[in-house]
């Protein structure tokens, strides 16, 4: 991917830069150049000189029709400065080839000194289209200036929440290794999404397994996936799987709980009965749910 290797480029001074325009952009989408001076605290001298540095790389927008030149980062500068933490805290050392592109989403393997593979799933919410943002109203709240970069770092921080709640199930659920603004460090599986799979070995278990895990999720972690389907298991051939894609869990307790966890378990049980012909029923699996 072309930001490994823009971090190989880039000095401490140029990330201290970007550092800077990303405090700001706490506060307004561009930041200008007196305040960029001022949250690196380098003189003005240095201040412009790494900032033509990073334009030049492609890594900030600049907004020249104030009476203030003023710049914001893009996606790329916001993925190096995850990264490179990331590779700083010794969590991974390298990003591998893209493995998935998902709805709001790019994930990659990446793989640690020590030679394990993990994904690295980054968050691409808002940039391009606005929609998706609406739905994550309630994960923002009512703030004025809705930054995407906040909003991917909220959406991060919320799966990774989830992950990590989960993961003391010890369940199929991915194992959270870290996370870093936008982008999630977890346990990989090296397969595709069952809804790629045209047979597979023994539907019936992988069935009844999913079915049971998402009752010890619901009774124990009173969690619900929320987004659940064959777009969101993925699977390899041996029969291990990984049920993915926490961002819109929801809690048991939510208004629209009830219709949610009757959606997921509904695309699971229709899934296998259209595509393996393994015959269920949706009310019993759902009473079995809410029975103490
Ligand atoms: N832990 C993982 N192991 C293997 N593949 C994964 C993992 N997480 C995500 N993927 C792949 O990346 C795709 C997108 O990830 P997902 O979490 O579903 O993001 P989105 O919210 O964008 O749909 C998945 O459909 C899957 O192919
Ligand atoms: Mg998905």
Not at 132 to 156: E, F, Q, T
Request: hydrophobic fraction near 40%.
């Amino acid at each position: 991917m072309e930001v490994a290797n823009l971090l190989t480029k880039l000095e401490k001074e140029d990330l201290r830069i970007l550092m800077a325009i990303e405090i700001g952009m706490k506060r307004s989408e561009y930041v200008t150049v007196s305040n960029i001076k001022f949250y690196s605290r380098y003189k003005m001298e240095e201040t412009l000189f790494r900032l033509k540095k990073v334009h030049k790389l492609d890594l900030i927008f600049r907004d020249a029709s104030k009476h203030e030149i003023a710049y914001t980062l893009n996606s790329k500068a916001y993925d190096l400065l995850a990264l490179h933490t990331l590779v700083e805290q010794n969590i991974i050392s390298q990003l591998g080839p893209l493995i998935g592109k998902g709805k709001e989403s790019d994930v990659y393997s990446c793989m640690n000194d020590d030679g394990d593979i993990y994904a690295a799933k980054i968050y691409r919410i808002g940039r391009t289209s606005f929609k998706n943002v609406k739905k994550l109203r309630d994960l923002i709240g009512n703030r004025g200036h809705l930054s995407w970069l906040y909003i991917n770092r909220l959406a991060a921080k919320k799966e990774y929440e989830a992950l990590e709640k989960i993961y003391k199930f010890k369940l199929n659920t991915p194992k959270p290794i870290s996370y870093n603004r936008h982008i999630i460090i977890m346990s990989y599986l090296r397969g595709k999404e069952l809804v790629y799979f045209k047979t597979i070995k023994s539907p019936m278990k992988i069935f009844n397994k999913i079915i049971k895990q998402l009752r010890i999720i619901y009774k124990k972690g009173k969690m619900i996936h929320g987004d659940l389907g064959e777009f969101n298991i993925v699977l390899d051939n041996k029969g291990n799987f990984l049920i993915i894609d926490w961002l819109q869990w929801v809690p048991i307790d939510h208004p629209n709980a009830n219709s949610l966890l009757e959606r997921d378990i509904g695309n699971i049980c229709n899934y296998f009965t259209k595509k393996f012909k393994i015959e269920s029923n949706v009310d019993e699996i759902l009473n079995s749910f809410y029975k103490k």
